[in-house]
């Protein structure tokens, strides 16, 4: 991880109600002094409470999407300015299942890290090829499409996290070999570097799809992953902290 604070982030898509708030709780209690930044990204109804429950704690609680504008006739969007005004410290913007399902483009997902941005929140940006594309080798160029598309000028290690996510690795269990996991994360640095010079060394890049307890012991230490986004994982406080445990 060369110097680079790891971050572990949960996303618990669409998931949970006030009952499971108990596990962000207990994973409060197990992090004790952790030596990684650790995130959870619960709905949005559950921010609040979520920010309520882990006050003083290392773990930091963040929104899932949020619309470009700070504020507007955009009936059911939520603007980075209200995570922020409910307490969250970070956002998530353009996931695959966003992408996919609400047609969202690469200029999107740039405004919209530019609008967590100016709400002050830490902006995880995603990014990864479809199953279609890594069948054709195309995982390098979506990668630098996605890039130069999505991520806006004036990214810092403060401000930015990139997640590669493969799409084809979300929610079933199939991950790339440790080897291309590697090689994409090499590839996002290069390129980071490319463009930000010194801060895209320091700009973390976090390895998401199908991460376990099980395989986290072998992914996180690869030398250009950064820490992980966890879906179904996340959702148990225990496999939670186990993957943070191997980071
Ligand atoms: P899974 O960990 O459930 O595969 O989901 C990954 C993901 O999409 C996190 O954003």
Request: hydrophobic share 45%; aromatic share 4%.
């Amino acid at each position: 991880m060369s110097g680079r604070r790891p971050l572990v982030a949960g996303n618990w898509k669409m998931n949970g109600t006030r009952e499971n708030l108990a596990e962000i709780e207990a994973l409060k209690a197990g992090l004790g002094d952790s030596s990684c930044d650790v995130a959870i990204c619960p709905p949005a109804t559950l921010i609040t409470e979520a920010v309520a429950r882990t006050g003083g704690s290392q773990l930091m609680i963040g929104g899932q999407d949020c619309h470009a504008e700070a504020n507007g006739a955009h009936t059911g969007d939520l603007a980075a300015e209200m995570i922020a005004d409910a307490g969250g410290a970070l956002v998530i913007v353009g996931h695959s299942e966003r992408r996919a399902d609400h047609g969202e483009s690469d200029a999107l997902v740039r405004a919209k890290a530019e609008a967590g941005w100016r709400a002050g929140l830490l902006v995880i940006l995603c990014i990864g090829e479809t199953e279609a594309e890594y069948r054709a080798g195309e995982t390098l160029a979506v990668i630098d499409r996605q890039l130069a598309g999505s991520v806006p000028n004036g990214a810092t290690p403060g401000n930015l996290v990139i997640a590669y996510e493969p799409v084809w690795a979300i929610g079933t269990g199939l991950t790339p070999s440790n080897d291309d996991i590697q090689a994409s994360h090499a590839h996002i640095r290069q390129r980071l570097v490319a463009r930000f010079g010194q801060g895209g060394v320091a700009i973390r890049v976090l390895y998401g799809g199908s991460v376990k307890p099980a395989n986290a012991g072998e992914i996180l230490p690869l030398p250009d992953v950064d820490g992980a986004l966890v879906g179904g994982a996340s959702l148990k406080a225990a496999d939670f902290l186990a993957i943070v445990a191997a980071a």
